[in-house]
């Protein structure tokens, strides 16, 4: 019986390795934004107690912790973001 040939395999060579990946770095204006929302939004529902709720939009009423409220949220929401 023939002996078969066996087919050529070409030599595996490793990948490369790599060293730890680099840590994404925020641009400059991101912690003052996320800050000033929190500060800002803090502010906001403070004048409204304070003012026994005439200020600082008379018109929302009630909603005026809603606005506050909203704008801590938007900070603290962007520090899940923050390296």
Do not use: H
């Amino acid at each position: 019986m023939p002996k078969s040939r066996g087919r050529d395999k070409k030599p595996v060579t490793p990948r490369p390795e790599r060293g730890p990946a680099a840590p994404a770095v925020n641009p400059p204006w991101f912690v003052p934004v996320m800050v000033g929302l929190m500060v800002v939004g803090l502010l906001w529902v403070v004048t409204y107690y304070i003012t026994q709720e005439q200020f600082p939009v008379p018109a929302l009423g009630r909603w005026n912790l809603g606005v506050g409220f909203a704008l801590m949220m938007a900070g603290f929401m962007m520090t899940t973001r923050w390296r």
